[in-house]
């Protein structure tokens, strides 16, 4: 069977060329990165390229990455590294609606430790206001934490904005940059952040792997305390073969990512395009607001995303819906509930998104084989009546 | 396309290995239905070190790791369906209702009728599949001269699990097989470990799923959110108070309350919800031959009010029980059974299902 893989902003599959750096990590260059003799030296070395590849992704210096087990650890790291760090200053910290699970959970988990905090909204097209984040600053917000991409419908937000602000109250400031990194251009020197998370496995890493940018002079707790590793920012001995991975990922994104991006850009028009000459009644969400150029997330009326994402992936294509059965029961995405969706219209959406290694052909062949399955699954829907 | 529905027990497995064996296109579902993380109205709330252990705990009550592994194994499509909301209105929530009016209810037969047959098939229908197969022991068959589709017991008759699906309709029917109608259960774990399932021998579960450790009783208050004080008067049969009772909904017709004034074992005869009283009484007493039945469902014939004079048939009236020899007939728009000689325990809330031989005529729920 033929199988397209259009679910990128979950994973990437991981590029040969990261394979082959990784195998050599894994056969030969064992070494303990810590250890004093040549085997450890050549480890560390080469996390030291990787490290390199990763700053110049995001134009930061090398000794402001650490490196993590991946976009979650990062995530968490940030966001209570500060909180413990400045906890004597003020428990006071704002979030987004449409954070990742990997932020908001976090958040939560600190409301109940007695932190405060403020829930900004976000516009019917999924974008935050830069300017209630600054109606929302008070003398104790240590923290402001706002994503860059959103990973379910791509909306890019107003980071540059966010972080004058940030900037001019002095208060930190984080953003989750897991979608947006090697997808759209990012300069943590342009967007004034002082955290930024990082994961390899979507940008055709492995998985396991990620960094967190920490901006020089940034006070933060560390999540794991041991021998001291990544400056004493993270301890435990490193992820040598997926650090190696992220690290070539890294290297290839920055080198290709604008080309890259142009024809993924291109697809991803192409397929919303087809879609709705084909389709009636879809809604591309968030379509006015600025975009990832590879996500696209749509909303079929009349039809139930799982029964979508099956029949698809029958099909060979994967996909996936905005009403994720994560912790075991049915419920709309935050995220599409955070737009203005009601649980039905979230139930019916899908997220294609695609990556560099997407061809025209993956896209034809949903455009052939969608427009069937909708039409099954409104044949049997009792509110479907074709006008 | 068929859609096995796999528990990630033996049978459901069995019934997938078949139909791949017999060349059919096959997907495999299971169905998410209940979320043993959640709490309860009734249940204490928790401290932090509670909600720790409740979130190692796993979210479902089917065995779905079980199914996918057995899906992984023979290399079809597996899908597991969230199915919470539609599993709460038509089984948990119509459970705990009965058992506090008194009755005994039969949650599987539910599912059954309501989960698996109705909303599983339809969301079957969703993803191309036309037909869904269970591991049920029982066989479907089409009667030309009847021009119906019939439900027959399993052939192995220890195992029959045609009492459970009375409530199919002639759609569903044509709809389902069961791959497993024709064996036994242990043929089933021969095939199975000839398949190489990594579940063959796994036992099986009696207990209703989502109770789950718990007691009925305990369930059925956490659920309501009623706590334990539901105590009320346990009466002897000329109305005089003879104890207390814990809450209606931990009785059950037949079963055996004590020992009454002459020496004699009493039993709860009845269960009487209005006045929140339990009459009991000698076995002798238990032994009725007649009861009302309520949302009967007719497989093999038409329709009850169509034929002319009483249906004759075999009732059985739980599920482990001799079916014995009864009329059926309508009277004043209800269905009457009267059987041929007195049973023991009648019990509102269970099901009565009438056969001849091993078909399947129909079936309804006890009323009183
Ligand atoms: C926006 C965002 N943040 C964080 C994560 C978590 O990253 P990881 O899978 O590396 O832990 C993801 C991945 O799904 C994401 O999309």
């Not at chain 1, 303990?32 to 490290?51: E, L, T, V, Y």
């Not at chain 1, 939560?108 to 974008?127: A, C, F, N």
């Not at chain 2, 029959?160 to 497993?180: A, I, N, R």
């Amino acid at each position: 069977m033929r199988r397209v893989y259009l679910d990128s902003n979950a994973t990437t599959p991981v590029r040969p060329e990261v394979v082959a750096a990784m195998m050599s990590v894994l056969t030969e260059h064992f070494g303990n990165p810590s250890s004093i003799h040549w085997f450890g030296q050549h480890a560390k070395s080469m996390i030291d390229d990787a490290r390199q590849h990763v700053a110049r992704l995001i134009n930061a210096e090398v000794s402001e990455i650490v490196f993590t087990s991946g976009g979650t650890e990062a995530d968490n790291f940030a966001i209570r590294g500060i909180a413990e760090s400045q906890k004597a200053k003020g428990r006071h910290i704002i979030t987004s609606k449409i954070e990742h699970h990997a932020v908001l959970h976090t958040c939560q988990d600190l409301e109940k430790q007695g932190y405060e905090v403020t829930w900004i909204p976000v516009s019917r097209d999924g974008v935050v206001d830069a300017s209630s984040v600054r109606r929302a600053l008070r003398p104790d917000t240590i923290l402001i934490t706002i994503m860059h991409a959103n990973n379910e419908i791509g909306t890019v937000q107003p980071i540059e904005e966010i972080g004058r602000i940030a900037e001019e109250a002095d208060v930190y400031f984080h953003s989750d940059g897991v979608q947006s990194t090697g997808k759209i251009q990012v300069d943590v020197r342009k967007l004034k952040v002082d955290l930024y998370s990082i994961s390899s496995h979507k940008i055709h890493g492995p998985k396991g792997a990620g960094a967190l940018f920490v901006r020089k002079g940034t006070i933060l707790k560390p999540l794991l305390t041991g021998g001291g590793h990544e400056r004493n920012r993270r301890s435990g001995t490193e992820n040598v073969a997926g650090i190696i991975g992220f690290g070539q990922a890294a290297k290839m994104a920055r080198e290709s990512l604008t080309s890259d991006m142009a024809r993924v850009a291109e697809l991803r028009d192409l397929l919303e395009t087809a879609l709705k000459s084909r389709i009636e009644f879809i809604q591309v969400n968030g379509e006015n607001a600025p975009r990832l150029p590879n996500t696209t997330n749509i909303m079929v009326d009349y039809a139930e995303g799982e029964g979508l994402v099956i029949s698809l992936d029958l099909k060979g294509v994967a996909v996936s819906t905005g009403s994720a059965c994560s912790s075991g029961s049915m419920e709309p995405s935050h995220v599409l509930t955070a737009i203005g969706k009601t649980p039905d219209e979230a139930h019916g959406s899908l997220r294609l998104s695609l990556s560099a290694l997407t061809t025209r052909e993956d896209v034809e062949y949903v455009i052939e084989v969608l427009p069937g399955i909708v039409e099954r699954l409104r044949d049997l829907s009792p509110y479907y009546k074709k006008v | 396309m068929i859609a096995v529905a796999m528990s990630g027990g033996v049978d459901s497995s069995t019934a997938a290995v078949l139909l791949k064996e017999q060349g059919y296109d096959i997907v495999g579902l299971s169905m998410q239905l209940w979320n043993q993380r959640r709490r309860l109205p009734g249940e204490e709330s928790a401290s932090e070190e509670q909600e720790l252990k409740r979130s190692g705990r796993c979210c479902s009550i089917d065995d779905i790791w079980d199914a996918r592994r057995v899906a992984a194994h023979l290399d079809i499509p597996y899908y597991v369906l969230n199915l919470e909301d539609e599993f709460e209105k038509t089984v948990v929530s119509p459970f705990v209702k009965s058992y506090l009016a008194g009755e005994t209810p039969s949650p599987c037969i539910l599912c059954n009728n309501y989960v698996k047959f109705h909303h599983l098939v339809e969301r079957a229908a969703q993803i191309g599949a036309d037909t869904v197969a269970t591991g049920h022991y029982a066989r479907v068959r089409y009667d030309e001269t009847r021009g119906r589709w019939l439900l027959l017991r399993g052939k192995d008759g220890r195992k029959d699990q045609s009492y459970f699906l009375f409530g199919l309709t002639q759609e569903q029917l044509s709809k389902t097989v069961f791959p497993l109608g024709e064996l036994s259960k242990p043929e089933v774990r021969e095939i199975a470990r000839g398949a190489g399932l990594p579940t063959f021998d796994k036992p099986e579960s009696q207990e209703i799923c989502f109770v789950q450790s718990r007691s009925y009783g305990d369930f059925v208050e956490q659920y309501a959110g009623i706590g334990h004080d539901k105590s009320g008067s346990i009466v002897n049969t000329q109305g005089d108070v003879v104890g207390e009772h814990s809450g209606i909904h931990r009785y059950t017709v037949g079963q055996r309350k004590g020992i009454g004034a002459a020496g004699k074992p009493q039993y709860v005869m009845q269960i009487e919800p209005q006045l929140n009283q339990i009459v009991i009484g000698e076995d002798a007493r238990l032994h009725r031959k007649r009861f009302a039945l309520r949302d009967a469902n007719w497989i093999a014939i038409e329709d009850i009010a169509e034929m002319d004079g009483p249906l004759r048939c075999d009732v059985q009236i739980r599920n482990r029980f001799e079916p014995r020899p009864a009329a059926v007939w309508m009277e004043n728009g209800e269905v009457l059974v009267e059987f041929d000689a007195p049973q023991r325990a009648i019990t509102p809330g269970q099901a009565a299902v009438f056969y001849w031989d091993d078909v399947v005529v129909g079936g309804g729920w006890i009323k009183s």
